[in-house]
């Protein structure tokens, strides 16, 4: 099937379009915890929730499920809102052919996964909302992001809306139903393959090189700090990444990556000075439009403030800038007044619109500032300090910036920077006190088990630097709040703390790979801030509870739990970008567990999540900060790994050749007097093994691993040293040995200085518990 619907860039564009009207009748949605889910729950749009009562629905009627994921601070989610799923002609064409299903991405992080993967695989652009057709069962179709109502003119191009997207779904569902079935089978099929990123038949060399290449391989803006494309400029967007910015931290600590220091310390001081920090408020936007800072995307999420309150804080270590004091200060005190609920747990975000128009709350007009300030010396001078004598927004509004440090502005005074900061406060506090008469963002008041690890971390952390008590209380406020109300009396971890309308919020949905690893994080850091044992005590048991309940026998972990609902794919969190990876996390936190406590099992999973995904360092390191970071301290530590060390492969799930569970690879030394020494090793992912050469037992000869060694395609006599290997039993085979994990065989052929190149072949076969795949040839040449 040829047909395929196209993602709308987002545009920088907002149609005009009422508010929904409150007094509409409600839909499924109006009583859930979910904040964002409530927002959609007076639409005409017939809602359900996720779950089984959609799906029974879908498959009953034989109609496509439309999904919609978003979250409540997103602005282009309350656009498509406003403009689509408050249409009642909209709603209609919705209502009469599909079966609609919104979901909270916040809640329900599994699910927006395999679906946004859904969406590359389609080869499309993610992004929210996430709009998604999918079969009756739920295997994804086609999709895209936000799409207005309408067709849209652009340049030359016809933008296609939604109503022109559900008639073009109809008109495919009609005329090509089985072939839209089979593609859904298809897409499900590829979505599931993308999502098991454990495994390759690459084996990666542990060792320093390979921490120190992936830090060299991002690219930083030398302008404006931050990450970026230097072949594009740097131009769009930027994030901060704080978990590549932690590693970045601690590798510029090394003596042989000291060149890092100077562009980390760009990019920290160029997003503190930006207007992606709120210089009235305290805290940071979710992330720039551009590359300069400048224009933030207005959100406030709780996860970015947690993480750049630990960055910054543990920057302060090496570098006591003021300016990060500052920053951690304020942004601290930004959460503590308007994202901490009373019993001291941590809200989720703050929305980046107000009455409908993104960054209303934050930005001013010329007429505003004069207003205000008036031009008084005093005036003037905060208005240079700032940034404010030019519009910077939309070419008619102003966000605060600095354009220069506060330290230099006040060495160009003969002031102090505390005594310039002490001018600019009564200014400061004119322009908090108008913006806190406008109408306040909405407030997102649904508590996540995982950002307030976050939090807890970023409380933490700031407390040990700095020596500050009532950061370290405020974190302990909230760990106490989490372990009392999101956990269940067997130590399991529950995702969400939430009310519904008229109830009293309960602990739902539970908890993901993210939730147990990022508590962790934010309980080991309050056990480095305050060494009491209760935190070191409760972060053992949460380690258990999610070796137990997510940990796969391969090496790393589910994102979902062993018995949580089954979704057509079931994925392993390990690419990172605004956020740090449940995988990536979880690795760090077992490596200092185990430093903690000398538990060796904390130290092998966390050995076996590095090598479960290990390739990914290698190929693409800007994606997998968090897993170099912790291959570098294993490393680094007694008793952790040595350097020579190689990954093992990791079986895929239904492996069928043996060629698929055993990774060969092959040394050669220089010839010498006409002979060359070789190491052949042969690494069996667990648990798998091979037969050893010879194996014993009975009518195993055949199953023997075999090497022969060809010389410019002529086969050679190569005097081998097979290993003895495992002795085991069995009551048919008797007594007989096997090869598993990494086996090595050396030996000589004979070479002259003119022979062409070496190939080695290995005949074998790989079994476990009485099954045994194909019999396999593997073809390696020297490296």
């Given at each position: 099937?040829?047909?395929?619907l196209?993602?709308?860039?987002?545009?920088?564009?907002?149609?005009?379009?009422?508010?929904?009207?409150?007094?509409?009748?409600?839909?499924?949605?109006?009583?859930?915890?979910?904040?964002?889910?409530?927002?959609?729950?007076?639409?005409p749009?017939?809602?359900?929730?996720?779950?089984?009562?959609a799906?029974?629905?879908?498959?009953?009627?034989?109609?496509?499920?439309?999904?919609?994921?978003g979250?409540?601070?997103?602005?282009?989610c309350?656009?498509?809102?406003?403009?689509?799923?408050?249409?009642?002609?909209?709603?209609?064409?919705?209502?009469?052919?599909?079966?609609?299903?919104?979901v909270?991405?916040?809640?329900?992080?599994?699910?927006?996964?395999?679906?946004?993967?859904?969406?590359?695989?389609?080869?499309?652009?993610?992004?929210?909302?996430?709009?998604?057709?999918?079969?009756?069962?739920?295997?994804?179709?086609?999709?895209?992001?936000?799409?207005?109502?309408?067709?849209?003119?652009?340049?030359?191009?016809?933008?296609?809306?939604?109503?022109?997207?559900?008639k073009?779904?109809?008109?495919?569902?009609?005329?090509?139903?089985?072939?839209?079935l089979?593609?859904?089978?298809?897409?499900?099929?590829?979505?599931?393959?993308a999502?098991?990123?454990?495994?390759?038949?690459?084996?990666?060399?542990?060792?320093?090189?390979?921490?120190?290449?992936?830090?060299?391989?991002?690219?930083?803006?030398?302008?404006?700090?931050?990450?970026?494309?230097?072949a594009?400029?740097?131009?769009?967007?930027?994030?901060?990444?704080?978990?590549?910015?932690?590693?970045?931290?601690?590798?510029?600590?090394?003596?042989?990556?000291?060149?890092?220091?100077?562009?980390?310390?760009?990019?920290?001081d160029?997003?503190?000075?930006?207007?992606?920090?709120?210089?009235?408020?305290?805290?940071?936007?979710?992330?720039?439009?551009?590359?300069?800072?400048?224009?933030?995307?207005?959100?406030?999420?709780?996860?970015?403030?947690?993480?750049?309150?630990?960055?910054?804080?543990?920057?302060?270590?090496?570098?006591?800038?003021p300016?990060?004091?500052?920053?951690?200060?304020?942004?601290?005190?930004?959460?503590?007044?308007?994202?901490?609920?009373?019993?001291?747990?941590?809200?989720?975000?703050?929305?980046?619109?107000t009455?409908?128009?993104?960054?209303?709350?934050?930005?001013?007009?010329?007429?505003?500032?004069?207003?205000?300030?008036?031009?008084?010396?005093?005036?003037?001078?905060?208005?240079?300090?700032?940034?404010?004598?030019?519009?910077?927004?939309?070419?008619?509004?102003?966000?605060?910036?600095?354009?220069r440090?506060?330290?230099?502005?006040?060495?160009?005074?003969k002031?102090?920077?505390?005594?310039?900061?002490?001018?600019?406060?009564?200014?400061?506090?004119?322009?908090?006190?108008?913006?806190?008469?406008?109408?306040?963002?909405?407030?997102?008041?649904?508590?996540?088990?995982?950002?307030?690890?976050?939090?807890?971390?970023?409380?933490?952390?700031?407390?040990?630097?700095?020596?500050?008590?009532?950061?370290?209380?405020?974190?302990?406020?909230?760990?106490?709040?989490?372990?009392?109300?999101?956990?269940?009396?067997?130590?399991?971890?529950?995702?969400?703390?939430?009310?519904?309308?008229?109830?009293?919020?309960?602990?739902?949905?539970?908890?993901?790979?993210?939730?147990?690893?990022?508590?962790?994080?934010?309980?080991?850091?309050?056990?480095?801030a305050?060494?009491?044992?209760?935190?070191?005590?409760?972060?053992?048991?949460?380690?258990d509870?999610?070796?137990?309940?997510?940990?796969?026998?391969?090496?790393?972990?589910?994102?979902?739990?062993?018995?949580?609902?089954?979704?057509?794919?079931?994925?392993?969190?390990?690419?990172?970008?605004?956020?740090?990876?449940?995988?990536?996390?979880?690795?760090?936190?077992?490596?200092?567990?185990?430093?903690?406590?000398?538990?060796?099992?904390?130290?092998?999973?966390?050995?076996?999540?590095?090598?479960?995904?290990?390739?990914?360092?290698?190929?693409?390191?800007?994606?997998?900060?968090?897993?170099?970071?912790?291959?570098?301290?294993?490393?680094?530590?007694?008793?952790?790994?040595?350097?020579?060390?190689?990954?093992?492969?990791?079986?895929?799930?239904?492996?069928?050749?043996?060629?698929?569970?055993?990774?060969?690879?092959?040394?050669?030394?220089?010839?010498?007097?006409?002979?060359?020494?070789?190491?052949?090793?042969?690494?069996?992912?667990?648990?798998?093994?091979?037969?050893?050469?010879?194996?014993?037992?009975?009518?195993?000869?055949?199953?023997?691993?075999?090497?022969?060694?060809?010389?410019?395609?002529?086969?050679?006599?190569?005097?081998?040293?097979?290993?003895?290997?495992?002795a085991?039993?069995d009551?048919?085979?008797?007594?007989?040995?096997?090869?598993?994990?990494?086996?090595?065989?050396t030996?000589?052929?004979?070479?002259?200085p003119?022979?062409?190149?070496?190939?080695?072949?290995?005949?074998?076969?790989?079994?476990?518990?009485?099954?045994?795949?194909?019999?396999?040839?593997?073809?390696?040449?020297?490296?």
């Amino acid at each position: 099937m040829t047909a395929r619907l196209c993602l709308l860039s987002l545009l920088p564009m907002l149609l005009a379009a009422d508010k929904p009207d409150p007094k509409a009748k409600p839909n499924r949605l109006a009583k859930e915890a979910s904040p964002y889910l409530r927002q959609h729950g007076h639409n005409p749009v017939d809602w359900y929730p996720w779950g089984e009562e959609a799906f029974a629905k879908a498959k009953k009627e034989n109609k496509l499920v439309f999904i919609s994921i978003g979250y409540s601070a997103c602005h282009w989610c309350h656009v498509m809102e406003r403009e689509s799923f408050s249409n009642a002609d909209v709603a209609k064409v919705l209502n009469d052919n599909f079966v609609c299903i919104k979901v909270d991405r916040e809640e329900r992080p599994d699910i927006d996964e395999i679906y946004i993967t859904a969406l590359y695989v389609l080869g499309e652009r993610g992004g929210w909302p996430l709009s998604m057709f999918a079969t009756p069962e739920g295997k994804p179709l086609f999709g895209g992001t936000y799409w207005p109502p309408d067709d849209r003119k652009v340049g030359d191009d016809t933008l296609m809306g939604f109503k022109s997207v559900l008639k073009k779904v109809l008109e495919i569902d009609k005329d090509k139903r089985k072939e839209l079935l089979e593609q859904g089978d298809e897409v499900a099929k590829r979505t599931a393959q993308a999502l098991n990123r454990a495994g390759s038949k690459l084996l990666v060399e542990l060792d320093r090189d390979l921490v120190k290449n992936a830090a060299a391989e991002f690219t930083f803006d030398t302008e404006h700090g931050g990450f970026g494309s230097k072949a594009n400029q740097f131009r769009g967007t930027k994030f901060p990444r704080a978990s590549a910015m932690m590693f970045l931290i601690k590798q510029s600590r090394l003596k042989d990556s000291p060149d890092l220091a100077k562009p980390v310390a760009l990019t920290l001081d160029k997003m503190a000075a930006g207007g992606i920090y709120d210089h009235l408020g305290g805290g940071f936007h979710r992330y720039s439009t551009e590359r300069t800072w400048t224009v933030p995307h207005f959100e406030k999420m709780l996860y970015d403030n947690a993480q750049l309150a630990e960055l910054y804080s543990e920057a302060c270590r090496q570098n006591a800038n003021p300016a990060y004091r500052r920053v951690v200060d304020e942004t601290l005190a930004f959460v503590a007044r308007e994202m901490t609920a009373p019993d001291g747990g941590f809200y989720s975000a703050l929305d980046a619109d107000t009455d409908g128009k993104e960054g209303e709350f934050y930005i001013w007009s010329p007429k505003e500032l004069d207003t205000i300030l008036g031009d008084s010396p005093e005036a003037k001078l905060f208005r240079s300090v700032y940034g404010l004598e030019a519009p910077n927004f939309e070419g008619k509004s102003h966000i605060l910036r600095l354009p220069r440090p506060l330290a230099d502005v006040a060495k160009d005074r003969k002031l102090t920077e505390a005594e310039l900061i002490a001018k600019l406060a009564p200014w400061k506090a004119k322009l908090l006190a108008a913006r806190d008469k406008r109408e306040r963002p909405f407030l997102d008041t649904k508590i996540l088990t995982g950002w307030n690890g976050q939090m807890i971390a970023g409380y933490a952390r700031a407390g040990e630097v700095f020596q500050e008590p009532k950061y370290v209380a405020a974190a302990e406020k909230a760990a106490d709040f989490v372990l009392a109300k999101l956990r269940t009396k067997d130590g399991r971890l529950m995702r969400v703390y939430a009310a519904r309308p008229g109830e009293p919020p309960e602990a739902r949905i539970p908890a993901f790979l993210e939730d147990y690893s990022f508590l962790l994080h934010g309980l080991l850091t309050l056990h480095d801030a305050t060494g009491k044992a209760k935190w070191l005590d409760a972060a053992k048991s949460i380690a258990d509870a999610m070796t137990k309940h997510h940990a796969d026998e391969r090496g790393g972990f589910f994102t979902t739990a062993h018995d949580h609902e089954k979704l057509f794919a079931r994925s392993k969190d390990v690419s990172e970008g605004a956020q740090p990876s449940g995988n990536g996390t979880a690795a760090q936190v077992l490596a200092r567990l185990w430093l903690k406590t000398k538990d060796d099992k904390y130290r092998a999973a966390a050995e076996g999540t590095v090598k479960a995904f290990i390739v990914l360092v290698k190929a693409s390191p800007a994606s997998a900060p968090t897993i170099a970071d912790t291959l570098d301290r294993l490393l680094a530590e007694p008793g952790g790994l040595t350097a020579s060390g190689l990954a093992e492969p990791v079986a895929p799930a239904n492996p069928k050749d043996s060629s698929e569970v055993v990774n060969v690879t092959v040394k050669a030394a220089k010839p010498v007097d006409g002979k060359q020494s070789l190491m052949i090793t042969l690494s069996v992912a667990k648990p798998w093994h091979v037969y050893a050469n010879p194996p014993g037992g009975k009518g195993l000869e055949q199953s023997a691993t075999e090497i022969e060694v060809f010389v410019d395609g002529k086969k050679v006599d190569a005097a081998l040293l097979f290993p003895e290997g495992k002795a085991t039993t069995d009551p048919t085979a008797g007594d007989y040995r096997i090869y598993e994990g990494t086996v090595r065989i050396t030996g000589t052929i004979p070479r002259g200085p003119d022979d062409g190149p070496v190939l080695v072949r290995v005949k074998l076969i790989a079994c476990r518990d009485g099954k045994c795949l194909l019999p396999a040839t593997i073809k390696a040449e020297p490296r």
